[in-house]
């Protein structure tokens, strides 16, 4: 009995402080640039990270506890070290890709790993594109290497044989003496006897977003994302209903086409370029850096500028939803790759094409990434051109597949070609995105200099079609799929707040837009100057139309959803049960309670497509 306790104790033991050393491992490798963290902080990291970390070694020890009950039951001596080979394997094996994988992405994702992992599992080549090979390499070696030393310390602690017990009774008794063992076994497991379960925002102990972060267990975090995105309607349940719709109601008011025309014509040709991370500190036109897009900048003093939109989300899967189909994002889920759900959505192009437009979707990557080729299918886009649609030599410069220089030009010939009108194109760009690597040198810093590519790609496409007689009825849309981390230090409400343009001929006058609002709210704005029905839009305002009286931006990312209005914004943290940002020290309840009532209301609406 005695060897079979203290193995017990010991694999516990040894799982508990493997999770726990990830802690500093994971600080080192992740500290963002520019902090300073003490040893007082990783201690911090390490003992609020217990309450997952004891969890999930909970789960792992359930296994071993009950082969040793098993174990009372033979005749014979068992040798349990081979007995739990097998067992060992998967285990090292899981620890260390979850590990490995969470502290690769975190400096590219900033939030701990979970199941947006497998959204990119169908497309691979995809997904390490923005990676070089040695870094492949040396994490597969890194994996291989904790892998084989967790093992091998598992196996250690493991006795080789374990003798029989004689009598009955002690049989009864040994195990009568485990069984007691599980009561508070599974208390851990469960995060105590409160009504609170284990969740991630357990271990939420600062005001420093990255510590948070840093204290969660990844296999935690990756088990607990699994399987919570099924009963859509039942997350985030903040309030009863009476109060919820209380909160929402007026919020998205329907916004019949009652507003001024800025065009010059109902039935313009249309390209919406859809700009990788282009967010608002690129853009000097609202209050960016001056140097990255002089182009961006002319033409915002030539058209219509949207100087206070806000990106719905941060990735693109999300944001193309958000600008296309007028529908807010998730933060814990990704409606593209829901066909299910998203075949459920209305499309700005879906819309067009009811009232005589012939659409294009143009991208110079993988269309099926993300099931994007899923999406817009469905969502009227009739011809697609993609990464298999360029040569091998056009796509050499950029492991995500054709740079802008080479999609731009095709942009061109796809609407030099059309026969009929009017027309509509859509466009994804892929230049500004990692690993910034451009056929384009203007600025010292990488990352500013593809933003600068970009821009100037874009620059030279409006001037050439200056000079060609489609300029007269053309409006070109640019808004970004999302904002971009840059500089590293800013607040969520930087990051998302963009911006938008419209320039073209088809543009009556030059106007700059102050209204506060969305992405989303593109496609009821844009169809209200087409006098085209945007009623199944419902989460998408005309922000022109009279009835459009309280502007306000939401937007939302993995760890929370924020409110902005005229008052200042605020940033609710759907782990960590608080606002974790806001325009002044003290969080606006009024602001914090519309946030979580929009987060609430889109997963119910979700839940009933």
Not at 233 to 261: I, N
Request: hydrophobic share 40%.
């Amino acid at each position: 009995m005695k060897t079979r306790i203290t193995y017990l104790v010991r694999l516990y033991m040894l799982l508990v402080l493997v999770f726990v050393l990830q802690k500093p491992i994971f600080m080192l490798a992740t500290v963002p640039e520019n902090s300073t963290y003490g040893i007082d902080n990783v201690l911090d990291t390490m003992l609020h990270g217990l309450l997952l970390d004891i969890p999930v070694t909970g789960y792992l020890i359930s296994l071993p506890l009950l082969t040793v009950m098993a174990t009372f039951w033979l005749h014979a001596n068992v040798r349990l070290r081979r007995w739990m080979t097998l067992y060992y394997i998967v285990v090292a094996a899981v620890t260390a890709i979850c590990f490995v994988v969470d502290t690769s992405l975190y400096p590219f994702w900033k939030f701990k790993l979970d199941a947006t992992i497998f959204y990119y599992t169908d497309s691979p080549g995809e997904a390490l594109a923005s990676v070089s090979t040695g870094y492949v390499v040396l994490r597969v070696i890194a994996t291989l290497i904790y892998a084989g030393v967790l093992f091998v310390c598992m196996r250690a602690v493991t006795p080789e044989t374990i003798a029989p017990i004689g009598k009955t009774k002690e049989k009864t008794l040994a195990t009568l003496a485990l069984v007691i063992i599980i009561a508070p076994l599974a208390i851990s497991i469960r995060g105590g006897l409160g009504e609170s379960t284990t969740n991630i925002g357990k271990v939420y102990f600062s005001e420093d977003e990255y510590l948070n972060h840093a204290a969660v267990n990844p296999c935690f975090s990756l088990l607990y994302s699994v399987g919570k995105a099924d009963n859509y309607a039942d997350e985030f349940d903040y309030f009863d209903e009476q109060r919820r719709a209380t909160l929402f109601d007026g919020l998205y008011p329907a916004t019949p086409t009652d507003t001024t025309s800025l065009l010059n014509t109902t039935r313009p040709n249309i390209i919406i370029i859809l700009m990788e991370s282009f967010g608002g500190q690129i853009v000097e036109a609202v209050g960016g850096r001056p140097d990255i897009t002089p182009c961006y900048n002319q033409l915002a003093r030539e058209g219509i500028m949207f100087s206070n939109c806000y990106s719905n989300s941060y990735r693109t899967d999300r944001g193309m939803i958000a600008a296309l189909s007028g529908y807010l994002a998730f933060p814990t889920l990704s409606v593209m790759k829901l066909p299910v759900k998203s075949r459920t959505l209305p499309c700005i192009a879906a819309s067009l094409n009811a009232n005589g437009y012939k659409s294009t979707f143009l991208y110079g990557g993988d269309i099926n990434f993300t099931n994007m080729q899923s999406y817009l299918r469905t969502g009227g886009y009739g011809t697609i051109v993609s990464d298999v649609d360029f040569s091998e030599s056009e796509k050499k410069d950029n492991p995500w597949g054709a740079n802008d220089d080479v999609t731009f030009d095709r942009l061109y010939d796809i609407v030099a070609s059309q026969k009929h009108t009017p027309w509509h194109v859509g466009f994804l760009t892929l230049s500004s995105h990692e690993p910034f690597e451009v056929p384009y040198k203007r600025l010292d810093e990488q990352i500013p200099n593809a933003f600068a590519f970009t821009d100037d790609c874009l620059g030279r496409f409006v001037e050439r079609m200056k000079h060609t007689k489609m300029w007269r009825d053309l409006l070109i849309v640019c808004i970004p799929d999302h904002g971009f981390l840059y500089p590293a230090d800013i607040t969520h409400e930087q990051h998302h707040h963009n911006t938008m343009l419209w320039v073209g001929g088809a543009v009556r006058t030059p106007r700059l837009v102050t209204t506060l609002m969305n992405q989303s709210d593109l496609a009821a704005t844009l169809l209200g100057q087409l006098h085209i029905d945007h009623s199944r839009y419902e989460f998408s305002r005309d922000v022109f139309s009279q009835e459009y009286t309280y502007p306000f931006a939401t937007f939302s990312f993995r760890e929370g959803v924020a409110f902005v209005d005229s008052t200042g914004h605020t940033v609710y943290g759907i782990n960590s049960d608080r606002p974790i940002e806001d325009t002044t020290n003290e969080a606006s309840p009024a602001r914090t309670d519309k946030a979580k009532a929009i987060l609430q209301s889109i997963y119910d609406d979700l839940g009933r497509r």
